[in-house]
T-cell receptor
């Protein structure tokens, strides 16, 4: 039973490029959450999605960031025109319907050069 | 606004001793709390959780205590081992009826000396 899968594990982008981070939830999980972790800090909630719906995006920056969780395929966190301040570890978590516990993936470490 | 914070950024203990990591939270309406362990380069790993209708919950070598009066959580690790070295986060589940939206504290680094 595979856990939450994120890819790539490491991503390097030049300023102004786009970054796409992918997350496949655990089998049977229909809720996906994205978190960002800056160095030496805790994780900060970004967005909560269910299949084809954004439920809570209160933690998403207003510009350049978007997320989706299509009916088929992984959830995608997209960052357009990346800047150095976007460098961070991005974690995805998933939970089942009615579940209170979220399980985390290993994260994608984004470096903007 | 809501916040969850941790006391002491770093805790150093001798192997075999017990460790106590503390956490304060501010939202008195929170009803579910989780402790996570994060090793370098990895994602957070669930350790133990507790609901607000409980004061104490025990797992294998770990115990979580909840004091709702002063809005304080603690994680106790018995007979600390080198493999326990990591950053520990308490997290509060936020949002009414929501599952997984977590509010994390800053973390405490646990260093275990051999």
């Amino acid at each position: 039973n595979a856990g939450v899968m994120q890819n790539p594990r490491h991503l390097v982008r030049r300023r102004g490029q786009e970054a796409r981070l992918r997350c496949s939830p655990m089998k049977g999980h229909s809720h996906v959450y994205w978190y960002r972790q800056l160095p030496e800090e805790g994780l900060k909630f970004m967005v909560y999605l269910q299949k084809e719906n954004i439920i809570d995006e209160s933690g998403m920056p207003k510009e350049r960031f978007s997320a989706e969780f299509p009916k088929e395929g992984p959830s995608i966190l997209r960052i357009q025109q990346v800047v150095r301040g976007d460098s961070a570890a991005y974690f995805c978590a998933s939970s089942p319907p009615q579940g209170r516990m979220a399980f985390f993936g290993q994260g994608t470490r984004l470096t903007v050069v | 606004g809501e916040s969850v914070g941790l006391h002491l950024p770093t805790l150093s203990v001798q192997e075999g001793d017990n460790s106590i990591i503390n956490c304060a939270y501010s939202n008195s309406a929170s009803d579910y709390f989780i402790w996570y362990k994060q090793e370098s380069g990895k994602g957070p790993q669930f350790i133990i959780d507790i609901r607000s209708n409980m004061d104490k919950r025990q797992g294998q070598r770990v115990t979580v205590l909840l004091n709702k009066t002063v809005k304080h959580l603690s994680l106790q690790i018995a007979a600390t081992q080198p493999g326990d070295s990591a950053v520990y986060f308490c997290a509060e589940v936020g949002g009414s009826g929501n599952t997984g939206k977590l509010i994390f504290g800053q973390g405490t680094t646990l260093q275990v000396k051999p």
